[in-house]
């Protein structure tokens, strides 16, 4: 195996790049990249050229709510094999094929909805979907990567899985806007026909993370410890899964009429409609999750399946990491890792409105936003690696950090610049570079505190809460604009990034974390 280290020579580090668990990473980005912009900033345009309004267009992010959730599942992932599947290609080749199969049929049936001659209840169970079944395909990968290769190589495997997510985002966000555009939907003229068939040849770039599947052999480290005993074991589990999940939606879907019926008297009490409407969905959200654990003990003392198992499954990983670490590193980590992009995930779910409200066309946003932007983030992840290599994970994601908190002040002057091509490159140039560095230096950073025994579940556990305050504070990013104005919300999401600082540097000071390596 190549060793890397940061004695290594500048040439011997950038050869590395050529290993073939490296270039296998660029492949399952582009799969893991495509349908997030799906969800996001192309579904975002989709709708608004449908007439859908801008706050609930922007509510919409939240059907990738998945991703912040993704830990509750991961131990499926982990524990239950697929029929066939698994006996023919392992356990994460089979998840993978099944998570990427599950993607394309969530494209296909969003692009077989149409927002003007439907409601939008069937846009969002497919978009729900989509989060869903790209959130399981992002807790394989991370879970092969972490296990494919020793750490040595770790920094750049995500180094090549930004550039090719980026990739995969540039199909699905360039590439849909230009074919919506040459098959003739613009906002003055709204053509379904053209934003249907732009989603179906999405569904179709899949095949990328399908035949990368097939091609790519079982990674030899797993966990094997931890395993299910018998069918018994594995049917408790999956019924255990499903009652506690239909009892979420079930019961978030109840909630819903009472929390309108209450709304209007929240908002006089603490007149703020938008407060009263975060206090509510909070309320929906934590009503959901209680039921969800009730079910669940309830299953567990029917005795349908093992308390152990249970405890083996979701507590141990918990309590490893707190093992590992100590109780206030702990914290202070989480801490770190839930508010470390939150910056630019609030920015990021309204951007391409944005730009279009400065009255940027569809086919300038796909180019300078997305095709531009590309090279931009590629530059980004492949200094974060080489840099994180070579100066340590710590100060690139200091580095990442401060720069992600500066390029959102350029967004205030471009809004106050108003359709300025020169200075939309400026913008991109700065957001994406800093974006690309601090994305690999903290990819890298999660996956050293990951132990291999509970690889999917811990990571699962990271990268969900890296993205759940900031996907949910994201889904009020176009009520935040309605108030206060494109200017005061750049500024907001440029202090939100200001707590981030701090935390490293507390780590780094009473940690002395600045010599942290992958493991």
Known sequence: MTEISRTTSWLDTIKAFKHPRVVTMLFFGISAGIPILLIFSSLSLWLREAGV???????????????????????????????????????RRAWLLFSQ?????????????????TTLTMMAWAAVLLGFSSATQDIVIDAYRIE???SDLQTL????????????????????????????????????LAWKWSYLAMASVMLIGVVTTFIISEPKLQQSDHALDNQKDYLGFLVLFVLAVAGFVTSFYISGDLAQAIKPTLTDLVANKHLAGFVIELARLSLALTVAVIIAKFVIRSGAIKKNIVEQTYIEPVKDFFQRYGWSLAWLLL?????YRISDIVLG????????????????????VKGFGLAMTLVGGFLGGLLAVRYGVMRILFLGAVLSALTNLLFMML????????????????DNLSAGLASAAFIAFLSSLTNVSFTAVQYAIFSSLMTLLPKILG???????????????????????MPVLILIFWADKRFDFKDVVIR
């Open 53 to 91: 309004e801008r706050s609930v267009v922007t509510y919409f992010s939240w059907a990738a709510l998945g991703y912040s959730f993704k830990f509750v599942w991961a131990p499926l992932v982990d524990k239950l094999p697929l029929p066939l599947l698994t006996n023919m290609l392992g356990r």
């Open 101 to 117: 199969m599950m993607v394309i049929v969530a494209i296909c049936l969003m692009a077989f909805t149409n927002p003007t001659s």
């Open 148 to 150: 494919s290769a020793g």
């Open 157 to 192: 495997m995500a180094s090549t899985y930004i550039a090719g997510y980026r990739i995969g985002m540039l199909i699905a966000g360039a590439g849909a806007l230009f074919l919506a555009s040459y098959w003739g939907s613009t906002m003055e003229t709204y053509n379904y």
């Open 335 to 339: 801490a770190l890792i839930g508010l």
């Open 349 to 368: 779910v309204i951007a391409n409105v944005f730009y279009q409200d400065l009255g940027f066309t569809k086919v300038e946003i796909a180019t300078v």
């Open 415 to 430: 809004a106050n610049m108003g359709h300025d091509l020169p200075m939309l490159y400026l913008v991109i140039s700065a």
């Open 475 to 497: 889904g009020y990013s176009g009520t935040m604009v309605e108030v206060m104005g494109y200017q005061q919300f750049f500024l907001i999401t440029a202090l939100m990034g």
